[in-house]
Every structure is written in structure tokens, then in C-alpha cells.
């Protein structure tokens, strides 16, 4: 059965106190709303339909960020869940099959979770909903399950003090035939506390129409929603854990693991080793066997097998580093491929470059890429050896098994082969030094008499 994706993401999320719509603050580098669009994108939806209100043309934009082929609606008074999904109508008229709605606030329902869910429907229950055992139930809408069905969605503000007691929790996700959800919604009305279309009725009206209904459980962790900067913390907490537990899982090693950060989109290989306070920002892959060092902070790289990282180095965007090459401490990697087994050790800027491989950058060597205006790049032919303090303004290109000598101003095409030195002559003065330091010996102590 094909599967759309409703995701309602057109509260203002006022507890984040912020000018940003709640469903773009960020976990593990991403938008919540994108979170919620990779769940969507877990069951291989056929369209995803995000209901945009507050900052409607942010989420827009960030939604066709994620994925240009996502459709956004609007809602523009937000007067319940039920409503929000209403304006999704139009956009899923011919769709014909199951519609999941997500929120957007809420970043980690799983694939495996959603697949229960659809399976569900398959065994003939018109409507499915996830539910999850509360900790705490409070404000949530409560399930009241009777002879192991789903019978209707109490909210709480109209729950009785009975109905209170239960402590299997509406989480909002709910699937249904997108005809009958549709309908369903047609025949929600608002007289209740809060004077909102409630999606959760369209339970009670299946069961009017002698619908059997379900409910699936998760656990809490999947439901966690975002509402404030704390819950934001949290959630990013909570994804971070799982991250890291992945990642050994996959045969990483991490040697201190609560202080590695991952991104949603971190893939690392097996025997990939990082060392404490690493920062992986979004885009990183990472290949097995490499190793990256104390305090480095990486993001939209790729680090080939065996390659050595820092300690203290930054992989900035583009940066594609060969098998067994080595950045050290203090290198700034950008735009730039550093070929098999090359080496950039020490307090470097490689910026829009190539690196040949086996080349040899010496320390504080830094390609001067940026006139002001426009971006040049730098070649290094393989086997090549940068003498320390090597400025190289590009465009240039150092050939093959090249050398330069330290300290050169790069500022011209080397030959392959050729050594290339490009800073003042040294002069030596025969006893200058000495009689030098006398002078101004001298002068200090007329100075202290006066
Ligand atoms: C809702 C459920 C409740 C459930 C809880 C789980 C209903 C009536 N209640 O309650 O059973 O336990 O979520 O968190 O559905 N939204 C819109 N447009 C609107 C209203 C809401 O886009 O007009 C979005 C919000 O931005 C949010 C989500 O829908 O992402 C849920 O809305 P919210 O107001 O938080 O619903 P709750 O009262 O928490
Ligand atoms: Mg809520």
C-alpha cells in the first residue's frame, strides 16, 4: 500500500522564545522538521505534506531544502490537529493509500515503529494510533483500549478524573486510508476545552461507523517532543547517546564517547578510532580504520580508510582526505583533496586545492586562495615536498616531485622536478651582532644615570 506523510508543523512554539519557527531549531545538526521528514522518508512515503503556519516561508524553505520534492500547505489560524490535516486535503486528492501524520516537533519516531503501524492497518483496523506507556501522562491525550481495541482519544483538559488514571498516552501519530482519514476530519467538530478540531476524534467517529481501530506502543524516547530550549537539549542528548552506541555497535571505538558529537548523517566505518572531544558536524563519512585525534572538528568531509586526524585539526567543507593521509595538529582543511599517504602536519591552511599523492606540505605552509573577490586553487603534483612557511598564491601549481624552499612566496607555476625559492638572500654581517648588543648596552645605561 502506498504511504504519504503529513507532518504538521504550523505551531508557533512559543516556550522556545525565539524569532524561528520551532520545527527549525536544530538536533544532531538538523532541523526537528527534518527529523520528522526522515522518518516519513524511512517508509518510503510517496509524498510528504508539511503543514506550514508561524514563519510558513522558513519551513517552506527548509523543508524543499531537505527535499525539493516535499510539498508545503498552509494553515494560516492554527485551530487544532484535525484542521491542520485538513489542509493537506488538496494536496493529497488523488493520492490513494495510507496516510501517516507526523509532528514536526517530534524527531524520533522510527522506521520499525511506523512499519508496525502500517502493518496494523493491513489486519483491518481503519484507524491505527501510537501510544506509549507516560512516565508522566499529564497534558496528553489519554488511549482508552477496550477488549484490546482502540475506542476513542480522551484529551486530558476533557478527561474525567478516571479517565485521567490511564497511562497509555496519545503520542499523535496516526495512520489511516487517506479517504477515510479525510472524511473522518469532514465530521470533527470543536465543542470542547479548547475549542479545536481534534484529530484524536476521528477515532470515536471510525468507531461510530463500527470501525475497529488500534493502538501500537513505543517507547517513550520516540515520542519525545520538543517544546522548549531544555526539551531541545534533551532531545539532542537523547540522539546523541543512541549515536554513539551506534557507532561502537558498528565497531568503532570511541575512547570517551560522551564527549563525541555526531551529526544525523555521520557514517563511520568499522576500527575507525576517535579520540575524546571530537566534533562532527553534518556531511561527515568517515572510512574504516582511520583515526581521528583529540579535539578535532570536522564536518561535510570524507576521510578515506587509514587516515590520521589531528590532534586539533579542522575538516571544513569538501575536504576529501586519500587513504593513509595524515592532517595534524592546527591544519585547516577546505574545499580540497589530499591525495593517498600525503602529509600536512603541522599549523597549515589548505584551501580549494589538490594534493598529489605522497606529497609532503611542510609546517605553516597555507595556500592564499581568496583575492578579495574571487576564490583560486591551488595543485600540488604528487611526491611534492613545501618547505615550511610556504605562501602559495594561487592559481599556481607545483609540479610533480617539485620542491620549495622555505619561507617562498610561491607567486608562479614550479616545473615538475624543480626546486623553486622565492625569498630575500641572506646577508651575514662578520661581529655586527655582538657590536650591536654593545650599543645598545650602552644606551640603556646612559639612560639609567640620567
Ligand atoms: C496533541 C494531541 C494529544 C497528544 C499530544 C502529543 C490532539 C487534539 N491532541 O495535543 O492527544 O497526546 O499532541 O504531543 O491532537 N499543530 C498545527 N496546527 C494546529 C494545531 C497543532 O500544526 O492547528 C501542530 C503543532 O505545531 C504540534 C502538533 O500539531 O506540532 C501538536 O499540537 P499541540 O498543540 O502541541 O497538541 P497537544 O495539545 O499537545
Ligand atoms: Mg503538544
Known sequence: MPVAVVILAAGQGSRMKSDMPKVLHKVAGAPLLAHAMMSGQSVDAERIVVVAGVGAQQVEASAKDFNPDARVVLQSEQRGTAHAVQQAGAALADFDGDVIVLYGDTPFVTAETLQEMLVARTTGNAVVVLG???????????????????????????????????????????????????DLIQEVGN???????YLTDTVALARARGLPCAAI???????????????????????????????????????????????????IGCDVVIEPNVVLGPGVTIESGATIRAFSHLEGCHVSQHAIIGPYARLRPGAEIGDYARVGNFVEVKAALVGEGAKIN??????????????????????????????????IGARAFIGSNTALVAPVRIGDDAMTGSGSVITRDVPDAAMAIARANQANKPNLALRLMSKLRAAKAAKVKE
Not at 143 to 153: C, P
Not at 155 to 181: F, H, M, T, Y
Not at 252 to 265: G, M, R, Y
Not at 362 to 371: F, H, L, P, R, S
Open 346 to 379: 603541522h599549523l597549515s591552511y589548505v584551501g580549494d586545492a589538490e594534493i598529489g599523492e605522497n606529497a609532503n606540505i611542510g609546517a605553516g605552509t597555507i595556500t592564499c586562495n581568496y583575492d578579495g573577490v574571487f576564490k583560486h586553487k591551488t595543485v
Open 217 to 267: 506502543s513505543c517507547d517513550e524516547a520516540q515520542t519525545q517532543g520538543v517544546n522548549s530550549r531544555r526539551d531541545l537539549a534533551a532531545a539532542e542528548a537523547s540522539f546523541q547517546t543512541r549515536a554513539r552506541a551506534g557507532a561502537m555497535e558498528n565497531g568503532a571505538t570511541l575512547i570517551a564517547p560522551q564527549t563525541v558529537f555526531f551529526s544525523f548523517d555521520t557514517l
Open 191 to 197: 465543542d470542547n476545552a479548547s475549542g479545536e478540531y
Open 132 to 182: 506509549f506507556e507516560a512516565a508522566n501522562p499529564g497534558l496528553y491525550g489519554r488511549l482508552f483500549i477496550r477488549g484490546g481495541s482502540l475506542e476513542a482519544i480522551i484529551e486530558a483538559k476533557d478527561a474525567s478524573p478516571e479517565q485521567l488514571q490511564i497511562s497509555l498516552c496519545n503520542s499523535g501519530v496516526i495512520c489511516a486510508d487517506r479517504a477515510l482519514l479525510f
